[in-house]
């Protein structure tokens, strides 16, 4: 059996938000300023984005909603704000799955339900970090393959 996951693309999801909310009857701002984002983020941040469209479609009576990414010297934050959600006993999965996927990129969501409002934010680890290695190893055998398999990550530099 072939497991297929579903791609996703961070401006294709701010591009579904825009279409997906505007057609069920809610108002919504974009703020986005993220540039420079590894895969990883931006893939997060997309299903981020995704979560919060399914959370006010599904669980509200929204007539607004907002996104916003900043980006500061250390993390990209997205915060996903809704009104009117209605009444909820507990996160679902989609939170759930989505707070795993925040902690595999060293990150957390937080979620606030109250005055009349639902708020969504997520805080991945810095936005444009790359992993540098050093490795003491001085036999070709191992350094060799070794490097090979480590450049092969976007996100990882051997150095020496």
């Not at 591009?15 to 057609?23: G, I, P, R, T």
């Not at 984002?37 to 959370?55: M, P």
């Not at 993390?75 to 009444?87: G, I």
């Amino acid at each position: 059996m072939a497991l297929h996951r579903r791609a996703t693309s961070f401006d294709t999801e701010l591009d579904n938000a825009s279409v997906l909310l505007s057609s069920a009857g809610v108002a919504v701002e974009i703020h986005a300023s993220a540039t420079a984002l590894t895969d990883q983020i931006e893939e997060v941040l997309a299903w981020t984005v995704r979560e919060g469209i399914t959370n006010v479609v599904r669980h509200s009576d929204a007539a607004t909603a907002t996104i916003t990414v900043e980006t500061t010297d250390d993390r990209v934050v997205l915060t996903f704000w809704s009104d009117r959600p209605r009444p909820t006993l507990a996160s679902g999965s989609g939170l759930r799955g989505l707070d795993a996927r925040a902690a595999a990129v060293n990150g957390r969501i937080d979620v606030t339900r109250g005055n009349g409002s639902f708020t969504l934010r997520i805080r991945p680890a810095h936005y444009s970090s790359m992993i540098r290695i050093l490795i003491a190893e001085d036999m070709h055998l191992i350094r060799g393959p070794m490097v090979a398999l480590l450049t092969l990550e976007d996100d990882m530099e051997v150095v020496a």
